[in-house]
Nanobody, 121 residues
Framework: QVQLVESGGGLVQAGGSLTLSCTASGNFFDINAMHWYRHAPGKQRELVASVGRGGTATYTDSVQGRFTCSRDNAKNTVYLQMNSLKPEDTAVYFC???????????????WGQGTQVTVSS
């Protein structure tokens, strides 16, 4: 099994910054793409950013230019640096990873527990 543990959420004023971290642990061979999702009350879950194993990241339009997604493969960690935060960024943020386990070739999907980000006006 694989566990994803997130940290870095909190309360920040509009225009401020936060950096989220998600670290994978357990018995696995390789982590492929890693993703950040968010889920705000009354809205559908939204894909915010994705980063491949080589470090190439993509973003949803609403965070383009403000958020930076990166990873450290040696630490099995993905980051989401969030700058110029807006109240509409308020949500629970979840990390997600495609993981290849040691005992087989199949990729399995794992989720973190979520971390709350609240941006006040």
């Amino acid at each position: 099994q694989v566990q994803l543990v997130e940290s870095g959420g909190g309360l920040v004023q509009a225009g401020g910054s936060l950096t989220l971290s998600c670290t994978a642990s357990g018995n696995f061979f390789d982590i492929n793409a890693m993703h950040w999702y968010r889920h705000a009350p009354g809205k559908q879950r939204e894909l915010v950013a994705s980063v491949g194993r080589g470090g190439t990241a993509t973003y949803t339009d609403s965070v383009q230019g403000r958020f930076t997604c990166s990873r450290d493969n040696a630490k099995n960690t993905v980051y989401l640096q969030m700058n110029s935060l807006k109240p509409e960024d308020t949500a629970v943020y979840f990390c997600n990873a495609g993981v290849r386990l040691i005992n087989g070739p199949w990729e399995h999907d794992y989720w973190g527990q979520g971390t709350q980000v609240t941006v006040s006006s």
